[in-house]
């Protein structure tokens, strides 16, 4: 597709559960970003891979949040034992160089 | 510390009335700014950079270091620019700080 990639578009999880966010970024870009949006509020920086190598990771909450891009194209976002407070939609964005972000559709995940 | 603010969480107008969306930001390097917009049921994109000096859709918005602001105009507002609107400032090389965004209605 032309476009950024993500799925799935909706999760439910149980507390506890362990989740994993998958990003599918145009083809070449080299940066690629997760962002975490809470309800009413602009996205917040997770982490940031430069091709394979995660070179930020310092916006992720806690150690229960984990990114891997390990072939520097797909990335996935894991979140293991999830709680209420992860309930959030995750933004994946990719960058051809220091130009424009585009934005995937995102995942909305809930806790219950 | 960095940060963006969007002091109007909603902001409703009338079509073809003027619409000025506020952003504030706080860093003391040198500042550069965009604006995204969502658009329903659509993905954020971007809509304008300060440093392209651009005006899209009839928007557009100026860098004022003195007041730190960098609000988002239109003089005529048509009904498709219903949306949420982002201020985002890059920091360092490639962080983006973002406000709030403020929901945009345009009244028939």
């Known amino acids: 597709g032309a476009g950024v990639s993500q799925s799935p578009r909706y999760k439910v999880a149980k507390r506890g559960q362990d989740v994993a966010l998958r990003c599918d970024p145009i083809?070449?870009?080299?940066?690629l970003f997760w962002y975490q949006q809470a309800l009413g509020q602009g996205p917040e920086f997770l982490t940031y891979?430069?091709?394979?190598?995660?070179?930020?990771k310092s916006g992720l909450p806690s150690d229960r949040f984990f990114a891997e891009r390990p072939e520097g194209s797909v990335s996935t976002l894991k979140i293991q034992r999830t709680q209420q407070e992860d309930s959030a939609v995750y933004l994946c964005?990719?960058?051809?160089?220091?130009?424009?972000?585009?934005f995937g559709q995102g995942t909305r995940l809930t806790v219950v | 510390a960095q940060r963006v603010t969007q002091p109007e969480k909603l902001l409703s107008v009338f079509k073809g009335a003027p619409v000025e969306l506020k952003c504030n930001y706080s860093?003391?390097?040198?500042?550069?700014l965009f604006w995204y917009v969502q658009y329903s049921r659509q993905r954020l994109q971007l809509l304008l950079r300060?440093?392209?000096?651009?005006s899209i859709k009839g928007f557009t918005a100026d860098l004022n270091k003195g007041e730190t602001s960098f609000h988002l105009k239109k003089p005529f507002a048509q009904e498709e620019d219903s949306a949420m609107y982002y201020c985002?400032?890059?920091?360092?090389?490639?962080?983006?700080?973002w406000g709030a965004g403020t929901k945009l209605i345009i009244k028939p």
């Open positions: 985002a400032l890059r920091v360092g090389n490639y962080q983006l700080i």
């Open positions: 891979f430069q091709n394979e190598a995660q070179l930020d």
């Open positions: 083809s070449g870009h080299v940066s």
């Open positions: 964005a990719s960058v051809q160089r220091n130009t424009e972000a585009f």
């Open positions: 860093y003391s390097g040198s500042p550069e």
């Open positions: 300060h440093i392209s000096r651009e």
